[in-house]
């Protein structure tokens, strides 16, 4: 599934379940997606295979089993950037 359009996914994570979608769209609506997200200072992640998946997920819905270990990484990399870490995190 190769889209023409831009296409976003918002994942929203509590730290205690999987990220569930939280926005998804294509065209205008992924252009709204981003900049509302830039203007928040959310980390932004260009992995086209990724969204694609995710995005035929419904609103609401967790990102399935076989996906933790590639949206942990995405999670994390962004918890980085924006100087997050895990209460327990210790740097080594």
Known sequence: ?????????????????APVVSAHGLGEVAQRIIRIAQEHGVPLQQDDELVEILAQLNLGEEIPEPLYVVVAEVIAFAYILTGKFPKDWQQS
């Open 1 to 17: 599934m190769n889209y023409t359009q831009p296409i976003a996914v918002a994942l929203e994570y509590n730290g205690e379940t």
